[in-house]
C-alpha cells in the first residue's frame, strides 16, 4: 500500500546484465534518495572521468528510436530506460538515484520483472514530504498516420488504454486498459518482455541496435510463431509490454499523473511526445499536492484526498 507521502528504498540494490542494444556490460546501483528529489541517473564510467547527472524528465529525452534515451551522446546518455521507469512508476516510487556505469541499461529478462524484484528486496520507505500529482485538465492528442496517443481528464488515479495492431498474424491486434496500482502492475504487467520479429534482425544490427538481443531477454516473433521454445508468459503479452512501455516513457512527465492515457499503434515517440503536448500549454495541467494521509491509499485511490491545486511554475 502507498501513502501520500513521497517514497524512496530502504537501501540500495544492485543489477547487472548487459545492453540489449549494445551488447556491453551493464551495472546499476538504485539508491535512495530524499524527498522531492525525483528521479535521476548518474551517468559514470565516461572518458573524460567526469560522471553526468541527467534527470529524468522528458525534456532530456534525445532519441526515441526502439529505446528510450535521456541525455546526450557526446556528453553522457542513458539508453533504454524505459523498463526501470515503468517498475518506478509502477509501484510508486518517487525519489531514487540511479547510477549506472556506461550507457546503456541492462536488459536483464527483457520486463521489468527483475527490477521489482529487486525493489521488493530491499523495500520501500516515506521521505517524510507529501507527494503531488499531473492533473490533467484538458484532453491533449498527437496523432502520427494511423497512430495517435492523448491524456484526457478523470476524476481520480491513472488509467491506460494501449492497444497495438501489427500485420504480422503472431502479434496481430490487441487491446489492454487497467488502473494502475502497484498490485495490478506486479501481477499484470511487471513480466511482460520485450519482443522483435526476426525478419527485421539483420536490419537492427547494421543500423547497431539489438546486439545483445536473445531468447534470454527477448521473445523472437517468426512468421507463423513464437521462436522462443517457452512461448509466452501471458497470452496477450505483446501489448501487457507495450502497457509496460508506456508506463515507463510517460514516467517521463517528472510526477505521477492522474488522468487518462490512451493510444493506438504508439510507441515510445508517441508517448514522449504527448506528455511535449501536454506541457506546451499551463492550461492543459495543474499540479496538486496530497493532505497530510491519515490512512494508507492506493494510487487509484488518491483523487479522494487532494490538497489546493498551483500551476507547475517549475516544470
Known sequence: MLTNQQTTLKAPATLRGIGVHSGNPAEITLHPAPANHGIAFLRTGMPNGNDRLIKAHHACVS?????????????????????LMSALYGLGIDNVLVEIDGPEMPILDGSARPFVQ???????????????????????????????AELRPIDRGFRLDVEIDFENPVIGRSRKAM??????????????????????????WKA???????????????????????????????????????????ALAGLPIQGAYRSYCGGHRMNVGVLTALFADRANYTIVEAATPRRETTLAEFGSSLGLAAFASDL
Open 118 to 148: 529487486a525493489i521488493d528486496g530491499v523495500g520501500l520507505t516515506t521521505c517524510g514530504a507529501p507527494r503531488r500529482w499531473i492533473k490533467i485538465l484538458r484532453p491533449v492528442r498527437i496523432e502520427a498516420d494511423r497512430a495517435f
Open 208 to 250: 547497431g541496435f539489438a546486439l545483445g538481443a536473445s531468447l534470454e531477454n527477448t521473445v523472437a516473433v517468426g512468421e507463423t510463431a513464437v521462436v522462443n521454445p517457452e512461448g509466452l508468459r501471458y497470452a496477450d503479452e505483446f501489448v501487457r509490454h507495450k502497457f509496460l512501455d508506456a508506463v515507463g516513457d510517460l
Open 63 to 83: 532519441a526515441t528510436e526502439l529505446c528510450t534515451v535521456i541525455g546526450d551522446v557526446q556528453t553522457g546518455a542513458v539508453a533504454t530506460i524505459e523498463h
Open 179 to 204: 488502473d494502475l496500482t502497484p498490485s495490478a502492475y506486479r501481477r499484470e504487467i511487471a513480466g511482460a518482455r520485450t519482443f522483435g520479429m526476426m525478419r527485421d534482425v539483420e536490419r537492427y
